[in-house]
């Protein structure tokens, strides 16, 4: 079965301090990976996404993530945490061969500290 | 946000009640789905209409009926619910069929539906 597993339901972080909001995988064949962001009162939006090529993926607002597939993870990383970024972060894999069904995970809620 | 829409933004009904949830995309896309959005649960995928077939979730209460007049807007309709019911709707589409690159799907803001 294609999964995603977010380890951590909060993580807090001070303002100008590298975050990282985990995220680890399992699917069958090559994964297409995303991460998403939502606001409060507001729907999902799209941050960045692996499908092929280099391993670290750039994606919008300064975030970056890490593919790593021996350690089958897609960690998020931004380098300098601000306190707009505080929201809930959502991972998901796809499942190109269920209609492109998306799995998420159940979110990790980031708290940037000022 | 303007990509996809929803209508109500807010929801308050009965357990005896029919109500309707709308979502509109003006993305040009040919896949449109509704999720059920709950406190410390993964997002739930609960109807998926892609390229114009309705792809059945079995886990989904017949309480719950979509409908998908055209590949630009989407119902979810509503009768006799429960209060577990409550929750997040979320709206989302997206472009199949071409390469993964495309595969990203895009919310809308969502219809916070309470049942009393």
């Known amino acids: 079965a294609q999964s995603v597993a977010q380890p951590e339901d909060q993580v807090n972080v001070a303002e100008g301090n590298p975050l990282t909001v985990k995220c680890t995988y399992s699917?069958?064949?090559?994964?297409?990976l995303f991460w998403y962001v939502q606001y409060p009162n507001r729907g999902l939006q799209f941050l960045l996404k692996y499908i092929t090529g280099d391993n670290l993926v750039k994606g919008s607002y300064g975030f970056e993530a890490e593919f790593n597939k021996s350690q089958t993870s897609f960690h998020l990383k931004k380098p300098s945490a601000l306190v707009s970024d505080s929201a809930l972060y959502f991972c998901?894999?796809?499942?190109?061969?269920?209609?492109?069904?998306?799995?998420f995970g159940t979110g990790t809620s980031l708290t940037v500290i000022p | 946000e303007t990509g996809v829409t929803q209508t109500p933004r807010h929801l308050v009904m009965g357990m005896t009640n029919k109500k309707s949830l709308k979502c509109e995309q003006h993305l040009g896309h040919n896949a449109m789905y509704w999720y059920k959005q709950s406190a410390k649960k993964p997002l739930e995928l609960m109807f998926v209409?892609?390229?114009?077939?309705?792809?059945e979730n079995n886990s989904v209460p017949s309480r719950f009926s979509p409908e998908c007049p055209n590949s630009s807007h989407l119902f979810l309709h509503l009768h006799t619910l429960q209060p577990e019911d409550s929750a997040l709707y979320l709206c989302?589409?997206?472009?199949?069929?071409?390469?993964?690159?495309?595969?990203?799907?895009?919310f809308g803001p969502g219809t916070r539906l309470t049942v009393t």
């Open positions: 699917v069958s064949g090559n994964p297409y």
């Open positions: 989302a589409s997206s472009q199949v069929g071409g390469p993964p690159s495309s595969y990203e799907q895009y």
């Open positions: 998901a894999v796809i499942c190109t061969w269920t209609g492109n069904q998306f799995y």
């Open positions: 209409y892609s390229l114009e077939e309705r792809v």
